[in-house]
């Protein structure tokens, strides 16, 4: 969990000096934020780390058995808005969260609500693969054992090899269960990771940058894996990669300076951009 917060806090420390001067007004965003079938709904979500406005009246929806992908420069927001999905900004003493974030229709900051119930409803997987200092066994059983998902030996058993064949990884660790997780490679610590984020039965999966450590194998891996999770599963992921996002998703979301400029389906987002800030990003003038 700390490495998480320094990262967070290194995220809000790099804004720079033209998001300050940006002020707290936020722009509208372009395209329908809504979808027909939503598992979250967000709606004018504010963050601030203290004085510092980081998100601006966001408001996007997460479609049930759907990928969206956020895009955007370092800096623009999209990973602090991701860690709201989940309340991962809780962990910040400075940072507060405003509007509305709804998972099945229940207010996520509702205060008689669990944050860790929530996170294994809202899962997480991180830039870095961050595999527990537990055997390969023991990084899927512990989540389901702490939650009292099994009663039986059996059924633990059976749910480990389940998350393991989910997350495309059974075949090359079914013989080494009892190894450390971290004897992995890096594309196979980050599957382990998939697996266990799978193993507690979430319905909305969060992937911040899951590819950015790997080598391109190991991305192609992931990005397969993704497309057959999205069956079961809804899917926000953060990625720096345009072409990732073109390849993963449905829908695209683009941020800029803490705003949501644009939101569509990806292909109208790579090939027929609405907002020029939207073109000037895909096109390469900057970011």
């Known amino acids: 969990m700390s490495t998480t917060v320094e990262e967070m806090q290194q995220r809000s420390n790099a804004m720079t000096a033209a998001e300050l001067a940006g002020g707290t007004e936020s722009r509208a965003t372009v395209g329908d934020v809504t979808v027909a079938d939503p598992r979250m709904v967000c709606r004018d979500v504010d963050v601030w780390y203290g004085a510092k406005q980081a998100i601006k009246r966001v408001s996007l929806d997460i479609g049930k058995n759907e990928v969206v992908a956020m895009i955007g420069p370092s800096g623009c927001g999209k990973s602090t808005f991701l860690r709201c999905l989940n309340r991962m900004n809780d962990t910040i003493a400075d940072c507060r969260v405003t509007g509305s974030i709804q998972l099945d229709g229940r207010d996520i900051y509702d205060r008689t609500l669990d944050p860790?119930?929530?996170?294994?409803?809202?899962?997480?997987?991180?830039?870095?693969?961050?595999?527990?200092?537990?055997?390969?066994?023991?990084?899927?059983?512990?989540?389901?054992?702490?939650?009292?998902?099994?009663?039986?030996?059996?059924?633990?058993?059976?749910?480990?090899?389940?998350?393991?064949?989910?997350?495309?990884?059974?075949?090359?660790?079914?013989?080494?269960?009892?190894?450390?997780?971290?004897?992995?490679?890096?594309?196979?610590?980050?599957?382990?990771c998939i697996a266990r984020t799978i193993a507690v039965s979430p319905e909305v999966i969060l992937m911040d940058e899951p590819c950015s450590a790997l080598d391109p194998i190991a991305t192609a891996i992931i990005e397969e894996l993704i497309d057959e999770l999205r069956v079961s599963y809804s899917i926000a992921i953060v990625t720096h990669s345009m072409q990732q996002a073109a390849r993963v998703s449905q829908r695209t979301a683009y941020f800029h300076l803490g705003d949501l400029i644009e939101v569509g389906e990806t292909n109208q987002i790579f090939t027929n951009p609405r907002h020029k800030l939207t073109e000037d990003y895909i096109t390469g003038r900057f970011g």
């Open 116 to 192: 860790v119930s929530l996170r294994a409803q809202v899962g997480m997987v991180f830039q870095k693969p961050n595999p527990f200092p537990k055997s390969i066994y023991e990084n899927v059983a512990y989540g389901p054992r702490i939650h009292g998902l099994t009663n039986r030996r059996a059924e633990l058993d059976e749910l480990v090899s389940t998350s393991l064949q989910k997350a495309g990884l059974w075949n090359e660790v079914k013989d080494r269960l009892e190894q450390p997780g971290t004897s992995l490679s890096g594309g196979q610590q980050q599957r382990l």
